[in-house]
């Protein structure tokens, strides 16, 4: 996924796809809101795969897999998905169980 960029009268969804940038034009309210919620995911994907490149590349160096550090990057990473969620408050009680 790419830049949402909401201006002018016709809101564009920019990305790359094979090396190139691709522009598209949103037609109507609700395919700029399925955009926004497209693009949302995707980042909280980026955000997931960015942890668990930390967590193997820590194992991969020592062997070992630090049980501390997966779960304060576990956490900090359920924090940042809390902070664009709606499901807030069902996360922050998950939270609170631990």
């Known amino acids: 996924m790419g830049d949402l960029k909401v201006s002018g009268p016709t809101d564009r969804?920019?990305?790359k796809l094979e090396g190139k940038t691709v522009t598209e034009a949103l037609p109507s309210p609700a395919a700029l809101g399925k955009?926004?919620?497209e693009v949302a995911e995707f980042r909280k994907f980026q955000q997931l795969s960015r942890l668990l490149e930390v967590i193997f590349q820590d194992r991969r160096k020592s062997g070992r897999l630090n049980?501390?550090?997966v779960e304060m990057a576990t956490?900090?990473?359920f924090?940042?998905?809390l902070a664009s969620s709606r499901e807030t408050?069902?996360?922050s009680q998950?939270?609170?169980l631990n």
Do not use: G, N
Request: hydrophobic content about 60%.
């Open 79 to 81: 924090l940042a998905v």
């Open 75 to 77: 956490k900090r990473f």
């Open 13 to 15: 969804l920019t990305y």
């Open 89 to 91: 408050w069902v996360f």
């Open 35 to 37: 955009a926004k919620r």
């Open 94 to 96: 998950l939270l609170k």
């Open 67 to 69: 049980l501390e550090a």
